[in-house]
């Protein structure tokens, strides 16, 4: 609109707020009357647009500190204050799947599967459930990865090794997968986010020995 007026501004909103008020004022432009009253008010329902996302941000705030469970969820990379306050809000009871792959499943965030000839095939991921709360899980995930040199953790090596390998776009589905199963874990445990921790496979079982049958005798451990 300003560029039917021979005003042409860069194309950022950064720049365009800071613009206005002087385009608004300047009374040697060739902006006629009615077009300036359109841009004022325009510009009037930014502001007001601008002060109602601040307050928004202030609730989800208050909100993340006054409840445990969203603070552990805040905790954890790639989840922030929005995606924290919509989890905790959205799914109370997080003990009603069994278990992060299913709560991650519930999600959408687990690949199909097709299997032909034997073979399993992973496909693109099912999209269920619901989308506000995959979608938060997913930005969430694209500031992890944009931000993953700057640490150090497990976590955020296995993330880099996975954007060499399969590019960052497929490196955020994971990484939201992968913080959904972190969520399920942290919820249900009622257990603070550990960056460093390092999951451990158990141990197979060993086989015990058939009744009757002679124990070998143990070896002496060399020095």
Same mark, same amino acid.
């Given at each position: 609109?300003?560029?039917?007026?021979?005003?042409?501004?860069?194309?950022?909103?950064?720049?365009?707020?800071?613009?206005?008020?002087?385009?608004?004022?300047?009374?040697?432009?060739?902006?006629?009357?009615?077009?300036?009253?359109?841009?004022?008010?325009?510009?009037?329902?930014?502001?007001?647009?601008?002060?109602?996302?601040?307050?928004?941000?202030?609730?989800?705030?208050?909100?993340?500190?006054?409840?445990?469970?969203?603070?552990?969820?805040?905790?954890?990379?790639?989840?922030?204050?929005?995606?924290?306050?919509?989890?905790?809000?959205?799914?109370?009871?997080?003990?009603?799947?069994?278990?992060?792959?299913?709560?991650?499943?519930?999600?959408?965030?687990?690949?199909?599967?097709?299997?032909?000839?034997?073979?399993?095939?992973?496909?693109?991921?099912?999209?269920?459930?619901?989308?506000?709360?995959?979608?938060?899980?997913?930005?969430?995930?694209?500031?992890?990865?944009?931000?993953?040199?700057?640490?150090?953790?497990?976590?955020? !090596?296995? /993330?880099? $090794?996975?954007?060499? &390998?399969?590019?960052?776009?497929? =490196?955020?589905?994971?990484? #939201?997968?992968?913080? %959904? !199963?972190? /969520?399920? $874990?942290?919820?249900? &445990?009622?257990?603070?986010?550990? =960056?460093?921790?390092?999951? #451990?496979?158990?141990? %197979?079982?060993?086989?015990? $020995?058939?009744?009757?049958?002679?124990?070998?005798?143990?070896?002496?451990?060399?020095?």
């Amino acid at each position: 609109m300003l560029a039917e007026f021979g005003l042409v501004l860069g194309k950022s909103p950064q720049v365009l707020r800071l613009a206005l008020p002087d385009v608004l004022e300047d009374a040697g432009n060739e902006i006629d009357g009615t077009a300036r009253l359109a841009l004022q008010q325009a510009y009037e329902h930014w502001q007001g647009l601008d002060e109602r996302m601040k307050w928004c941000d202030q609730q989800i705030s208050a909100h993340v500190r006054s409840s445990d469970a969203a603070r552990r969820a805040w905790r954890i990379t790639g989840i922030g204050e929005l995606g924290a306050s919509a989890m905790t809000a959205s799914v109370v009871d997080f003990s009603q799947f069994k278990t992060g792959k299913q709560f991650g499943s519930w999600l959408g965030l687990v690949p199909r599967q097709d299997s032909t000839g034997g073979k399993a095939k992973l496909g693109r991921i099912t999209k269920r459930g619901d989308d506000y709360l995959r979608t938060l899980l997913i930005q969430g995930a694209k500031s992890a990865v944009m931000s993953v040199d700057k640490r150090d953790d497990p976590s955020s !090596r296995w /993330l880099k $090794a996975l954007i060499q &390998r399969v590019g960052w776009q497929k =490196a955020c589905v994971a990484m #939201a997968n992968k913080n %959904a !199963r972190i /969520l399920w $874990a942290v919820m249900t &445990r009622e257990q603070g986010f550990d =960056a460093q921790h390092v999951s #451990a496979k158990p141990l %197979a079982k060993q086989k015990q $020995a058939k009744p009757g049958a002679m124990q070998a005798p143990a070896q002496t451990a060399a020095a």
